[in-house]
């Protein structure tokens, strides 16, 4: 493969709502680019880009995938991302290692739910952007409706510059309005240059008008001749458009049908002509490790090498791959880098450019290209890699936080090994999941982005690792404690024969602020219990707070004075008087008026202001305290605090009642005692689980 300047390459990723056409849009542009020999449907499981067995099966893309194809002396690197909420985390990937976006409408759905968030992730990394109405062949399509929608939705300007010939049946080209040329597709894809139809010439003459509006901004030149001569020619609209994308003030618009390649060719021809290429994205900012000195790094050839791992795939009979991108320098293959993120050495062996899951060995990567390397032993996604003499670390990437936790385990006994083998073998792949084990309550929780995002992972623990494992409703950490004050004396006394047992204390029990802990007091005075056995006394009080009197949780925020006791020379131990003093705090609690704490969340909805009403009733149908609103354009965020008790697939439930159009997030606040209805049911629950073991 020839060697591109920097100039001439286009790293584009591709974003939208579920099921708007992005990988049937991108199978289209590689098939047409000539990189691939057959036009992949992703209905019929042939899809280049959506290849593994859980996406064949499910119809849908799970992980971003990369694609490359030669357009007109431009290299393009296109990145395949998912639509559904569950994956955002791939999204956030290939955002921060591409140069523009393409954020592609479904025809006859406009601007959807997902749509509005990944056109605000592209906004807060700056990434110039066009927009592809796609499915222009379906029926309902409608490609004005579409560019209305955006720009009511979008903060930057939307002007169309491909518009379409016909919609649905009828859908038969589309006209370049920039330089007033059409484009009429027969049924095997191929276009011939037309005069523009008098059906659409008023269109076409109206989003000229327009253009070259948005054109003259880009440049203070062209806004100067369009103001006075108010026209600009093709050359000058096609200069300030590029510039106008650029700077972030407008969005160009194609209409295309990615199933029948009408318009492609001339989408690319846009995305060539306005959309960065390395170069014009400028230098990546980063730090030096172990510092937080700022230093950056030029997409040159001649710069110190640097490249950011954004993705990891294992590969049957490969091991691990580690995609990246190269920003400045080249990486060769067979080279010793440094793992800045890791402060490690890495010998990087063979180098691939890939195609989907197809791989072509290239002896080196430069400025602006994506590959990846294999078996990078301590390489994890968010790594940068760098030369040893002249390091940065480019701070990672930033994934959102799990919002659904399921408990897991296995159908059969023994395979808890295999699944922690294979939950940390995925966790290499996918950073958006975490496992936690709990000790306390005994579960296992996986916690990921939804319910479609833990059943892919549970299907590629049993397929990819033969391990079946069932899901469950997680255990909350529910926790005890004291309202009152209670004086008890705890006597441990033992005779069998020989040396017995003699333990004796008194002590003082009551309550601390909420958070505070345990507080352990030794108020002996005049030796009445010897000082070696007041440690066994405090060992024992804890052992005993670990799990309380009411439901079995561990009792939080008291404290035990020790005050008085009687000990025997002989027969007085450290076990006797730990003994002795767990029964004096089990009694003790019973007397000091126990109750029970529930664990708070601290959650925040952001949504559109038309489901304020219904989400803030349903936070308080849940127990919830609604603390505030705050406006975010024409979103609003609803923060609230809601036991985690009510908060079991509550993300699930938000994307139901709002057609997917809120988020959250949540986390941990404080503990709160239990109301008397709610604390009864718990602790008949609890006796009922008790009874079963």
Same mark, same amino acid.
């Given at each position: 493969m020839k060697e591109y300047d920097v100039a001439k390459i286009r790293n584009v990723v591709c974003v939208g709502h579920g099921g708007s056409g992005k990988t049937s849009l991108c199978e289209a542009m590689l098939y047409y680019g000539k990189a691939t020999k057959r036009l992949g449907k992703v209905d019929d499981g042939t899809s280049v880009l959506d290849y593994s067995p859980e996406e064949i099966q499910r119809k849908i893309s799970i992980s971003l995938a990369l694609g490359h194809l030669e357009w007109k002396d431009h290299f393009f690197n296109l990145i395949d991302t998912p639509g559904y909420a569950d994956f955002v985390g791939e999204v956030k990937a290939a955002l921060s290692v591409a140069d523009s976006a393409l954020i592609v409408l479904r025809a006859a759905g406009g601007v959807e739910v997902g749509t509005m968030h990944v056109h605000d992730m592209a906004v807060e990394k700056s990434l110039p952007a066009c927009v592809c109405v796609t499915a222009m062949e379906k029926e309902h399509a409608d490609f004005w409706s579409c560019v209305k929608q955006a720009s009511e939705s979008f903060s930057r300007r939307v002007l169309p510059v491909i518009v379409p010939i016909g919609a649905g049946d009828t859908f038969k080209g589309v006209? &370049?309005?920039?330089? *007033?040329?059409? $484009? /009429? $597709?027969?049924?095997?894809? *191929?276009?011939?240059?037309?005069? %523009?139809?008098?059906?659409?010439?008023?269109? %076409?003459?109206?989003?000229?008008? !327009? /253009? =070259?509006?948005?054109?003259?901004?880009? &440049?203070?030149?062209?806004?100067?001749? $369009?103001?006075? *001569?108010?026209? /600009? &020619?093709? !050359?000058?609209? =096609?200069?300030?458009?590029? !510039?106008?994308? /650029? !700077?972030?003030? %407008?969005i160009p618009v194609a209409a295309v049908s990615g199933h029948k390649g009408t318009g492609v060719s001339q989408l690319i021809d846009l995305m060539t002509m306005v959309l960065a290429s390395p170069e014009d994205r400028g230098a990546v900012k980063g730090t030096v490790p172990g510092t937080q000195k700022a230093v950056e790094r030029r997409p040159l050839l001649d710069e110190p090498m640097c490249a950011l791992v954004f993705k990891t795939v294992s590969e049957p009979h490969v091991g691990e791959l580690s995609i990246m991108r190269v920003f400045s320098g080249k990486l060769e293959a067979g080279s010793d880098v440094q793992n800045a993120t890791g402060n490690r050495s890495e010998k990087v062996g063979q180098i691939f450019r890939l195609q989907g899951r197809d791989r072509v060995d290239v002896p080196v990567l430069r400025p602006g290209e994506f590959g990846a390397a294999v078996k990078l032993r301590g390489t994890s996604t968010g790594d940068t890699l760098c030369s040893h003499d002249d390091p940065i670390e480019l701070g990672g990437i930033k994934f959102p936080s799990p919002v659904l936790s399921e408990a897991v385990r296995p159908k059969t006994k023994g395979d808890e090994d295999k699944i922690a083998t294979g939950l940390s073998r995925l966790k290499e792949e996918d950073p958006t999941f975490s496992v936690v084990v709990d000790g306390e309550l005994r579960q296992t929780l996986l916690n990921g982005m939804g319910e479609l995002h833990l059943e892919v992972l549970v299907g590629k623990l049993r397929d990819r690792f033969g391990v079946e494992v069932e899901i469950a409703k997680p255990k909350i950490p529910f926790r005890e404690t004291i309202k009152g004050r209670a004086e008890v004396q705890g006597k441990y006394k033992k005779q069998t024969g020989g040396r017995g047992q003699y333990g004796d204390v008194w002590i003082k029990l009551e309550p601390l602020k909420r958070g505070d802990g345990f507080d352990f007091v030794d108020d002996i005075v005049g030796g009445a219990i010897p000082n070696k056995f007041i440690p066994a006394v405090k060992k024992g009080v804890e052992e005993a707070s670990k799990e309380g009197v009411l439901a079995g949780y561990p009792v939080v925020d008291f404290r035990v004075s020790l005050f008085d006791g009687t000990f025997h020379t002989v027969d007085s131990s450290d076990m006797a008087f730990k003994i002795a003093g767990s029964m004096a705090f089990k009694k003790a609690v019973l007397d000091a008026k126990p109750v029970l704490l529930e664990p708070i969340m601290e959650i925040e909805v952001t949504m559109p202001e038309s489901c304020t009403g219904d989400i803030m009733g349903d936070l308080s149908s849940r127990r919830g305290k609604i603390l505030g609103m705050d406006a975010h354009g024409k979103m609003q965020t609803v923060k609230a605090l809601v036991p985690a008790s009510e908060l079991y697939k509550y993300s699930t439930h938000l994307r139901s009642m709002t057609q997917g159009r809120a988020t959250h997030t949540s986390k941990f606040a404080y503990y709160e005692e239990v109301p008397h209805e709610f604390s009864e049911r718990i602790i008949a629950e609890s006796k009922q689980e008790k009874e079963k073991e």
């Open positions: 006209v &370049d309005v920039i330089s *007033k040329k059409a $484009y /009429l $597709y027969d049924e095997h894809g *191929k276009f011939s240059e037309a005069a %523009v139809p008098a059906d659409v010439l008023a269109q %076409v003459e109206e989003a000229r008008e !327009k /253009l =070259m509006d948005g054109a003259a901004e880009g &440049d203070d030149a062209l806004l100067e001749k $369009y103001l006075e *001569k108010g026209e /600009l &020619d093709i !050359k000058e609209i =096609m200069e300030g458009l590029r !510039k106008s994308t /650029l !700077k972030g003030a %407008v």
